[in-house]
């Protein structure tokens, strides 16, 4: 059965664990996946507990549908308190860890304590091992993969891995399974390298039956042809995301120099998604997934000849593209391959090296500070920034830790130029021409953040009329338009959650194309899976508790209104480049509160932002509770 | 007559015509011209300005 997966409490201080049921109350009122890691957090870290304090949570969970044959279900989250926002810290991952982990016999993992020394977790049968990691610890993250399946000596053991960024507590460190399938974002591999946690690793052959087997393969199969059937899965199966650079480049919405610019102009053109394509050994794709949008490529010739790697994604052409000056996807490629061994998230890290860029041109920084040149384009300046940061060598130890510490060791108004939302870096996007993509980066619990609530589909200017059948509300068809898009985000904060708590990828959902599966796909499948029934009220319902959970846990560490605003340049400086609709453009201060007010409204939240206590009462969400069990 | 097949004008975001195998097309509502490359046979998409 899909719900007899049970949940382990670890305790890595005592080196014990405890396994529970999970009981089916949980499931009706959070699912899975990010749902129910929150609800552990929530009711388990105090609002006292430190990032890289041994009390603060480490969660691993599966989506209530990860590991089933249709829609990308091979995701993972990871939730823990982040050391970047003190906040949310929450991240999802592709590949194939989360299926193994419930053919194992497990959902999620609730890890808290600090080992004495390196240890890894082996996950097989119902049982969970602390193992010694003393010998894995220094290793990259795909030697450190590799090694675990020859100890075990079994191919098929998956696990999710830190690299040296993780062992460093670099802020923004991420966790990786496979070559490139990365829980990237909030810092959760510097929590767990905090808990001397160096690896999970599992392997399991306990399966996954389903509720109604033959309505259920019938139902998988037609999800799977209707997401295929659509232009932008065609496309995705192509040219993988950074078929997004195409659009962003050219319309005039890609950082650029730090986002002094939303555009290189022409000067970007070496990035077009096409040329990608003569890297390409073959696609690959994440388990469940028929689409395969992860490119495998190698770098024949030149500097960084016999590259071989997986990757890279839409956010590499920024971190180590536009946002640096550098268009060139042989450096694209190098550097992605790099930050996957470290295992650090490269979105994060291109945004905090094209701040330092940025201050060294305003000689905030000065060669001495930083030992070399900072020029725009230097290829070997950023390679070598960013091993510093990873290394914790130099300024790159301040850097390490993220926007909100360095800028205070920096000063002189550098904070200014530091593109975040609550001490989190933006996606190399520039959200100053989009309303809604400014307002859903600000509001995101993990802070900026584009895949918590992006309605990318209000680029497409669908008809109104459409937008009402698919939304249940009316839209504004403009994107440039503010009112309505409080509840266009709010829409999406609901929907990417039950997305998380399923286990379903992103890119097979309503996120980019409004003809993919969503929650009235989603009935059928978790009937067929699981025999629960759910009505669309009642997802959008868990949708609306599992987000208000998240808020609720920013609130009770200081969080608020204040922290709910795009980076100030983007109110400040218009965008100087870029098609005629999006050239001149920056947000409006006013009408941006207006969207915010009417996105508060719209959760049911005051005027501050804060949840009600009809809302709470409403979605029965009480104050925290610990309940993490003895593990004596 | 060439066959033709739509892509969506970044500058517009209407659907615009573009005969099979062309590698420039313009948009008839906007009168923008774009460089085009082929998801597959049928399928044309804007890949920069021309």
């Not at chain 1, 200081?558 to 400040?572: L, V």
């Not at chain 1, 509770?625 to 593990?631: A, C, Q």
């Not at chain 2, 500058?11 to 460089?35: D, L, P, Q, T, Y």
């Amino acid at each position: 059965m899909v719900l007899n997966r049970k949940v382990a409490f670890i305790d890595l201080s005592k080196g014990k664990v405890v396994t529970r049921d999970i009981p089916l109350e949980l499931r009706k009122k959070h699912l899975g996946g990010r749902g129910l890691n929150w609800y552990y957090i929530y009711n388990n870290v105090s609002p006292d507990v430190k990032p890289f304090d041994p009390e603060n949570l480490f969660v691993v969970g599966a989506g209530l549908l990860t590991g089933m044959p249709m829609l990308g279900t091979g995701r993972t989250q990871i939730s823990t308190k982040s050391p970047m926002t003190n906040g949310v810290g929450d991240a999802n991952m592709g590949g194939a860890f989360g299926p193994e982990m419930r053919y194992s016999g497990f959902d999620h993992l609730v890890i808290r304590g600090r080992a004495e020394k390196p240890v890894y977790l082996f996950l097989s049968d119902g049982e969970v091992e602390i193992r010694d990691a003393k010998h894995l610890w220094g290793l990259d993250t795909h030697e450190t993969q590799r090694a675990i399946k020859e100890e075990i000596g079994d191919e098929r053991v998956e696990s999710m891995v830190i690299g040296k960024a993780g062992e460093k507590r670099v802020y923004f460190a991420n966790v990786m399974n496979g070559n490139k399938n990365a829980g990237g974002r909030g810092g959760t591999g510097a929590v767990m390298g905090s808990k001397n946690l160096k690896a999970i690793a599992c392997r399991g052959l306990i399966d996954l039956e389903v509720s109604d087997p033959e309505k259920f393969m019938e139902y998988a199969l037609q999800m799977n042809e209707q997401v295929l059937s659509t232009k932008w899965a065609k496309t995705l199966s192509r040219l993988g995301t950074p078929l997004l650079y195409d659009v962003s480049y050219t319309t005039g919405f890609i950082g650029t120099k730090n986002w002094q610019y939303n555009t290189p102009g022409s000067e970007g053109e070496p990035l077009e998604a096409e040329n990608l394509q003569k890297y390409m050994i073959k696609h690959v794709a994440c388990m469940g997934c028929s689409v395969h949008c992860r490119h495998r490529v190698k770098i024949d010739r030149g500097k960084y000849a016999g590259v071989v790697a997986e990757g890279p994604e839409y956010t590499m052409m920024g971190s180590f593209g536009t946002l640096v000056g550098c268009y060139d996807w042989d450096f694209v490629i190098k550097g992605n391959d790099e930050c996957n061994k470290w295992g650090i998230d490269n979105l994060s890290l291109g945004a905090v090296i094209s701040w330092a860029f940025e201050l060294y041109q305003r000689e905030i920084l000065t060669e001495k500070d930083v030992g070399f040149r900072l020029q725009w384009g230097d290829q070997d300046a950023v390679l070598e920034l960013a091993r510093m940061i990873v290394n914790r060598e130099g300024i790159g130890d301040i850097l390490a830790n993220g926007f909100i510490e360095a800028s205070k060791k920096f000063g002189e108004g550098s904070e200014y130029y530091a593109i975040h939302v609550k001490g989190h870096p933006d996606l190399h996007t520039d959200e100053r021409g989009v309303p809604s993509f400014a307002l859903g980066i600000a509001t995101s619990t993990r802070g900026a953040d584009h895949l918590r609530s992006r309605p990318a589909i209000d680029l497409f200017q669908l008809p109104e009329d459409f937008l009402e059948k698919l939304i249940g509300y009316k839209i504004k068809s403009d994107f440039t338009a503010y009112e309505t898009k409080g509840i266009l985000v709010w829409w999406f904060e609901l929907y990417f959650n039950i997305v998380d708590s399923l286990g379903v990828c992103k890119f097979q959902s309503t996120f980019n194309c409004p003809h993919c599966p969503q929650y009235d796909e989603y009935i059928p499948l978790l009937k067929y899976t699981t025999g629960m029934k759910f009505s669309k009220e009642e997802l959008m319902q868990i949708g609306e508790r599992n987000y208000t959970m998240e808020r609720m846990f920013n609130i009770l560490n200081g969080m608020g209104k204040k922290d709910d605003y795009p980076p100030a340049r983007f109110f400040e400086e218009a965008n100087p480049r870029g098609l005629p609709f999006m050239k001149g453009r920056k947000l409006d201060r006013e009408k941006y509160e207006e969207m915010l007010a009417e996105y508060y409204r719209q959760h049911g939240w005051n005027d501050d932002g804060i949840p009600t206590d009809e809302t709470l009462s409403k979605l029965e969400i009480g104050m925290p509770e610990k309940n993490f069990p003895e593990v004596e | 007559m060439a066959e033709k097949f739509q892509a969506r004008c970044l500058n517009c975001r209407n659907r615009f015509e573009v005969e099979k195998g062309n590698e420039i097309a313009e948009c008839h509502h906007c009168g923008s011209k774009w460089r085009i490359s082929w998801v597959t046979p049928e399928q044309p998409k804007v890949q920069g300005p021309a």
